[in-house]
């Protein structure tokens, strides 16, 4: 089974700064996708980056980004130039690319991080 | 624009009553998925259907039931209500498949059992 774990119940930054989130998991698989997806107060989760094990490059969007570190089975998110907007809940998930043949696509969520950005 | 939609943002039940939480997705996905999102838990699959009339328990199964009886609506069932169930309920809809596909949320609906 898969865990996901994030340390850190709350965060806060100042606007422009840069913060990282931490998260780390344990899999027994070899081929998997990990997720980061941002939840703002009282809006629908969406998801922000995604990074698929097998490959050695971080994933990058704008001013997200992710430290992919496979043999620690560590996945961060660093977000650039913090804007007010990012003010959310963020929660790092896991899936195994192939669930037994199924594919079901199947998720483990972390506990979630409250990220806060002051102006 | 994609969309998932649920059928209640807030609901209030008494202990024992049979509650319905409806999800309804427009993009044509084979897999959808229940889940329950509670402080410090984060969210934890209850049920999830890969294709219609298909079911499979999550994480969390116990006091609910699920239905699946068209491709784009996933119902989810409290047969008796219980204190508690009381949480944010989420829905979720995905493609299915091997690749990194993201799910796309509903807006939850926040379930308070009296």
């Known amino acids: 089974a898969q865990t996901v774990t994030q340390s850190q119940p709350e965060m806060s930054v100042q606007e422009a700064e840069t913060v990282t989130l931490s998260c780390t998991y344990d899999?027994?698989?070899?081929?998997?996708?990990l997720f980061w997806y941002k939840q703002p107060p009282s809006r629908q989760m969406i998801l922000v980056i995604r990074?698929?094990?097998?490959?050695?490059q971080n994933a990058t969007e704008n001013r997200f980004s992710v430290n992919f570190q496979k043999a620690a089975k560590s996945f961060s998110l660093k977000i650039s130039d913090s804007q007010l907007g990012d003010t959310a809940m963020y929660f790092c998930?896991?899936?195994?690319?192939?669930?037994?043949?199924?594919?079901?696509?199947?998720?483990?969520f972390g506990q979630g991080t409250i990220l806060t950005v002051h102006p | 624009d994609v969309k998932v939609t649920q059928s209640s943002r807030y609901l209030v039940k008494r202990t024992g009553e049979k509650v319905f939480l409806e999800c309804v997705q427009d993009m044509d996905h084979e897999n959808m998925f229940w889940y329950r999102q509670d402080p410090g838990l984060g969210l934890r699959l209850i049920y999830f259907?890969?294709?219609?009339?298909?079911?499979e328990k999550g994480d969390i199964p116990e006091g609910y039931s699920v239905s699946r009886e068209k491709k784009e609506r996933f119902s989810l069932i409290l047969e008796s209500a219980s204190t508690n169930q009381t949480s944010m309920y989420l829905c979720a809809s995905s493609r299915r498949g091997q690749g990194p596909y993201e799910q796309y949320f509903g807006p939850g609906t926040r379930l308070t059992v009296t």
């Open positions: 998930a896991s899936r195994n690319s192939n669930a037994g043949g199924t594919s079901y696509g199947k998720l483990t």
């Open positions: 259907s890969y294709d219609v009339k298909m079911k």
């Open positions: 899999t027994s698989e070899n081929n998997y996708y």
């Open positions: 990074q698929e094990a097998y490959k050695q």
